[in-house]
């Protein structure tokens, strides 16, 4: 429906969790439907890619579509990094030959998306619930875990992230 508003010949669809079916059912529709986290390269090359595929004549239009980073509620941990924060520690160059800040930053960020993932999911018994709570503050505990090694890495590794207002840290 978005694309046929904005006119676009093309859909770019980026999931972390979800159903897979409904991952094949937007591939039917057209759409080229990826797994996220991407970097900002990978994504610049996946659009890139896809514009490329556009009907001649037709007029491009990019709308990026992101899911609200609302935070979360009750004993929650709170994030130490943002979603833009960790795209930019996942695109950016280091000294450390295995790339660990890109690597923990893709794990905070799946565990991230995990946890709303989980606080969204739709429980039909007080027990679903009660499974998709655990669920979501494993997750969450997990986050902070991580959360705590990423700024290890970023001090050890002389790594500030640039003040932005949409950056919370």
């Known amino acids: 429906a978005l694309a046929i508003r904005l006119g676009s010949p ?24 990826r797994r996220d ?21 037709s007029s491009a239009a990019l709308a990026v579509m992101m899911p609200a980073d609302t935070g979360l509620t009750g004993a929650t941990q709170v994030r130490q990094f943002d979603d833009a924060s960790l ?20 794990i905070v960020m799946q565990l991230a998306n995990f946890e709303r993932y989980s606080q969204d999911c739709l429980s039909r018994s007080p027990a679903d619930a009660d499974l998709h709570a655990h669920l979501t503050a ?6 902070t875990g991580f959360e705590r090694a990423l700024q290890r890495v970023m001090t050890a590794e002389g790594i500030v992230l640039p003040q932005r207002a949409n950056m919370a840290l």
């Not at 409904?22 to 057209?30: H, I, M, P, V, Y």
């Open 37 to 57: 986290p991407i970097s900002a390269r990978e994504l610049c090359s996946l659009v890139t890619s896809v514009a490329g595929q556009k009907r001649p004549g």
């Open 138 to 143: 494993v997750a969450a505990s997990a986050r």
């Open 87 to 106: 795209a930019y520690l996942m695109d950016i160059s280091t000294n450390v030959a295995c790339e660990c800040p890109r690597h923990v930053a893709e």
């Open 10 to 33: 093309s859909v770019v669809v980026l999931y972390a969790f979800g159903r897979e079916s409904l991952a094949d059912t937007l591939r039917s529709a057209g759409a080229t439907v």
